[in-house]
């Protein structure tokens, strides 16, 4: 359980230090952490929501 609650909080903080560092280099924070935060999550938008048995 201690290493789920670690491999989160990696997670995380790579979210949120490659938000912040394209916002610092690109400028327009809220697009920049959107596009960052899309292009982590979308891999799950295309998971299937219940197993198939």
Do not use: K, N, R
Request: aromatic fraction near 12%; charged fraction near 5%.
């Amino acid at each position: 359980m201690f290493a789920v609650f670690v491999i989160a909080s990696c997670g995380l903080a790579y979210e949120l230090i490659a938000g912040a560092l394209s916002s610092y280099l690109l400028g327009d924070s809220v697009t920049q952490f959107s596009t960052v935060i899309g292009a982590i999550c979308s891999p799950w938008a295309s998971a299937p929501t219940c197993p198939v048995m």
